[in-house]
């Protein structure tokens, strides 16, 4: 193992040490970005409308960096370009009413976005986004976390993170239907430590992920991959050097190679516990793999695990396709019709899934309820119940972005609110005014 590998093992295991010390990104981060800081120290942001820019839209939101984006408005947000995202952001889309947010026609950057928060929110390009683009593009950056999001439609990649970007999680999100010909679930692909966890890949026809470099790969499901792959595992001249644990790979109507392909000496993959069903008969019933080349491609097995920040609560493989099946993705407060249907196609294990070249097949990204936001009269972002009930004053709009005894704001209490318990964890809410 080379000296930058080691120096960052040494750092992942203080990280690890020092997690008392530090405050999540909400209950319930975890990984290499489970300390972004978001909007913490900056200001609210209200969303209210859907245009595609302008005062009030999602696109001026996360113009500007130190930011906690909450929304008063749901529905589908059309983008003729695409939206980069500054530094220092909290995108909290658990709080847009009706179905939530989706987001529509385009990608995102998070390229040098350096410590965001990103939750609950649909990213759907489509064939009308830029030719040669991610859904999700991460370039650069540090300190990410993106947790319940649905993302598909990529014109290149759906959701990818390479370069220099360092310390970022992925959790609890669903990456979708790369378009043809391409096809790609995504690159993960840089030494600076990406964390993914409990995730669902399917439809994609290759890079379900493509790893190279620093890699915890825990708890994911991976349905339905095409002749390009499932996991591929970097076989460049380059380390790397990869957890890979308690993951489920099924296989569905498009997929006609094994779960792992490529790879090299070069790709060191500590391997346990991951799972395989290949019959396409319309059960789960698949059986573990072995824990050598022979399974894993070509990697060079390792016999410890990389002492990388992992999940707190490890799944086994079954368990974590019952919870990707019922919680991931943009789930709050309800799953949209896309997700609906792939997670229809994961839960006939094996019998349905297609590859698509276009989104009209998918009906598109259907119609989103907009709902009512609830009152919130002084504008802080907070709603006046939610305010009495702890203690705040709803005529006060300068306690929403106040530190409370906790370490959050109480903004981020409310918002964090929302969604408590998103996986095993339990909070004490309580703002301090």
């Not at 409370?404 to 996986?423: A, D, F, K, M």
Request: hydrophobic letters at 35%; charged letters at 15%; one cysteine or more.
């Amino acid at each position: 193992m080379g000296p930058f590998a080691l120096n960052l093992l040494a750092a992942a295991a203080l990280l690890c040490g020092e997690a008392a010390a530090q405050l999540l990104a909400f209950p319930g981060a975890e990984g290499f970005g489970r300390y972004a800081i978001g909007g913490r120290t900056g200001q609210v942001y209200k969303v209210t409308n859907l245009n595609d820019a302008g005062s009030g839209s999602l696109r001026d939101a996360v113009s500007q960096a130190n930011r906690i984006v909450v929304f008063t408005v749901g529905g589908v947000i059309n983008i003729s370009s695409r939206i980069v995202v500054s530094k220092n952001t909290y995108i909290a889309g658990q709080t847009a009413p009706g179905d939530g947010i989706t987001v529509y026609g385009d990608g995102f950057s998070w390229s040098n976005a350096h410590n965001s928060i990103t939750r609950y929110i649909r990213i759907r390009m489509g064939k009308g986004g830029q030719s040669g683009k991610d859904g999700i593009t991460i370039a650069e950056g540090h300190d990410m976390i993106f947790d319940h999001v649905s993302v598909s439609w990529g014109r290149d990649e759906t959701f990818s993170i390479s370069g220099t970007a360092a310390n970022i999680t992925v959790q609890d999100t669903i990456i979708a239907q790369g378009l043809e010909t391409h096809s790609c679930g995504g690159l993960m692909e840089t030494d600076g430590g990406i964390s993914l966890f409990r995730n669902l890949y399917i439809d994609n026809k290759t890079r379900n992920p493509k790893v190279k470099g620093v890699n915890d790969f825990q708890n994911n499901v991976i349905y339905n991959w095409g002749g390009g792959g499932g996991y591929i595992a970097g076989d460049s001249s380059a380390a790397s050097y990869a957890n890979i644990i308690n993951n489920y790979f099924i296989s569905g109507p498009s997929t006609s190679v094994t779960a792992f392909t490529r790879g090299n000496a070069n790709f060191r993959g500590y391997v346990s516990n991951n799972f395989y069903d290949s019959n396409r008969d319309g059960a789960l019933n698949g059986a573990a793999l072995c824990a050598s080349t022979t399974c894993y491609s070509n990697m060079a097995i390792q016999s410890s695990k990389f002492n990388y920040p992992g999940p707190a609560n490890l799944l086994s493989p079954a368990a974590a396709v019952d919870h990707v099946a019922a919680r991931v993705g943009c789930s709050k407060p309800v799953r949209d019709g896309v997700d609906t249907a792939l997670i229809n196609q994961l839960k006939s294990w094996g019998k349905s899934g297609a590859l698509i070249s276009d989104e009209s097949s998918m009906g598109g990204p259907g119609t989103i309820r907009g709902g009512t936001a609830p009152a919130d009269a002084d504008g802080d972002g907070i709603p006046d119940a939610w305010e009495r009930s702890n203690g705040l004053d709803p005529n006060d709009a300068s306690d929403a972005m106040r530190i409370s005894s906790s370490g959050y704001t109480n903004l981020e209490l409310y918002i964090n609110s929302l969604v408590p318990g998103t996986y095993y964890y339990y909070y004490s809410y309580s703002a301090m005014p």
